[in-house]
């Protein structure tokens, strides 16, 4: 910390600030306060450097004893309450791009002491024994969403919040983390459960996700708080049903000789296949690139925009295919998804010999889940079992939660008979799919079989690793049944 005298530290502080386009101040675990010209007042008092700050809603009073650290759009200081407790406090320029972390760290901790506050509202007599909101990569933790460890007893419980409707997608798969590891470490015979805080305009999501997971040993218990951090347990079965649509039916192809002709000649093109779709329509793609299109009897080929060529210059699109094939990088990367996909279609009895190889039908569903990020197939096999494909060529911790999401409206759709339209000839079983977890063996999060381990038993998991040079040479190379890890890892309960 720098050493200087109270008349030192204004001198330094109004310099910084008259640099400032829109200076801003900050103690953390606190929200942010603008410094607008006649609500703030920095001055001398008794000898010491005080700043009194107010707004429509409030008024903030302290005392600058020090400047720790100075940086392009931060001053970080240190400060006093007047009662004598240190803080932590900074200005900041809120257009310096320098500044936009200290910001959401503040904004972070801010809601951290709320969810404090609010746990100590909902639990009393239980011991807060841990509470953070930093950013932990070993055990995969997040700093959005703060967690907490509760004790009385022989109980605990592992806390979680959301600060807002926009990350409760990504929520349960980090309080189910954060559950495995406190879980792991209590005591013989000390029981723990899971508690979910969620904002007023959220919970829906979860809710739906909750049915499907292990209740008898998570425990589950769902909060929702309104804008002043007052609390209420919810009933996850009174936050409403499944927002979700399928397609009507199946339009299976219509081809003429020449189109059949041309499919075929694709196929030995390198690179290059050919998706049909629920519409009917056929998407002709090199690398998963689309670049041609069948649809209503028609022709259509290009890239960005595509044009109308007569049904009978099916010369053209091979020609087209093959200068595809011709290119190198970064055109190869441009769409790794959707080649994957053609290489799964392509390759389906290699990933599940029990299933027809066509139809294979990609966006059944349409539904409100944000960007999901991932390829959904929907497969059958010839006695009606259905399977879900996710496909996913990255790692993502959030894999197994968003291949919930489509798995449990598609098991909807089939308890109420409305995805046989799909499958004409085909009499489906009336039981949920399988679902099956598809990406290259190295592209799998490392806490996927974690979160496997809380799904319900109903759901029949399956995980496939393709090996990394699929692109040459489609091969599986890794298949575990739910929550199994490979035996050179080992296995946990």
């Known amino acids: 910390m720098i050493d200087a005298s109270p008349e030192q530290l204004l001198e330094q502080i109004e310099s910084f600030l008259r ?129 907490a460890r509760l004790v009385r007893g022989n109980q605990s419980i592992a806390a979680i919040a959301s600060p807002g409707s926009a990350e409760e997608p990504d929520l349960l798969a980090f309080a189910l983390l954060w559950f495995d590891h406190v879980r792991a470490r209590v005591r013989d015979g000390e029981r723990t459960s899971l508690c979910l805080f969620l904002s007023e305009d959220a919970g829906a999501l979860t809710a739906h996700r909750l049915r499907w997971l292990h209740s008898e040993t998570l425990r589950p218990h769902l909060f929702r708080f309104n804008e002043h951090g007052s609390a209420g347990e ?16 199946y339009i299976p192809p219509r081809l003429t000789s020449d189109f059949e002709t041309l499919l075929a000649r694709l196929e030995r093109i390198q690179d290059a296949a050919w998706c049909p779709e629920i519409t009917g329509a056929i ?59 053609s290489a799964v279609r392509a390759n389906l009895p290699k990933i599940d010999p029990t299933l027809l190889p066509a139809p294979v039908h990609g966006q059944v569903l349409s539904f409100a889940a944000g960007d999901r990020g991932l390829i959904d197939l929907l497969a059958v096999s010839p006695t009606g079992s259905l399977a879900v494909l996710e496909l996913k060529t990255s790692e993502d911790i959030q894999l197994p939660m968003q291949a919930l999401d489509y798995w449990m409206r598609m098991a909807w759709h089939a308890e109420r008979g409305e995805l046989s339209p799909l499958f004409p000839g085909v009499a489906l079983q009336n039981r949920p799919p399988k679902l099956l977890l598809i990406a290259p063996a190295l592209a799998f999060h490392s806490s996927t079989a974690a979160l496997l381990r809380y799904f319900s038993p ?33 296995r946990h309960a």
């Open 234 to 249: 919810v009933d996850p079965r009174d936050l409403g049903n499944l927002d979700t649509r399928v397609a009507a039916r």
């Open 19 to 147: 640099q400032c386009r829109r200076p801003a101040a900050l103690e953390y675990g606190d929200s942010l306060l603008a410094l607008l010209p006649g609500f703030y007042a920095l001055e001398i008092r008794s000898g010491r450097l005080s700043i009194e700050i107010w707004d429509a809603t409030r008024t903030l009073s302290r005392r600058i004893v020090g400047i720790e650290r100075a940086t392009t759009g931060v001053l970080d200081c240190a400060a006093q309450k007047f009662g004598g407790a240190s803080v932590r406090f900074s200005f900041l320029d809120l257009d310096r791009p320098q500044s936009a972390h200290r910001k959401t760290r503040g904004v972070r901790q801010n809601f951290a002491e709320q969810f404090r506050r609010m746990l100590s509202r909902q639990f009393p007599g239980w011991e807060i024994a841990s509470l953070s909101s930093s950013l932990d990569l070993q055990h995969s933790f997040s700093s959005v969403f703060p967690r």
């Open 458 to 490: 109903e759901i029949e998991v399956e995980r496939l690793g393709i090996n990394e040079d699929w692109r040459k040479d489609f091969r599986v190379v890794l298949h575990l049944k739910s929550a199994d890890l490979p035996i050179s890892h080992g």
């Open 283 to 341: 998407s002709i793609r090199s690398r998963g690139w689309e670049f041609a299109r069948i649809e209503g009897g028609r022709l259509l080929l290009g890239l960005e925009t595509k044009r109308e060529v007569p049904a009978c210059h099916t010369e053209e699109v091979v020609n087209f295919a093959v200068r595809l094939a011709e290119l190198s990088s970064p055109v190869r990367q441009e769409f790794p998804e959707r080649w994957f996909e």
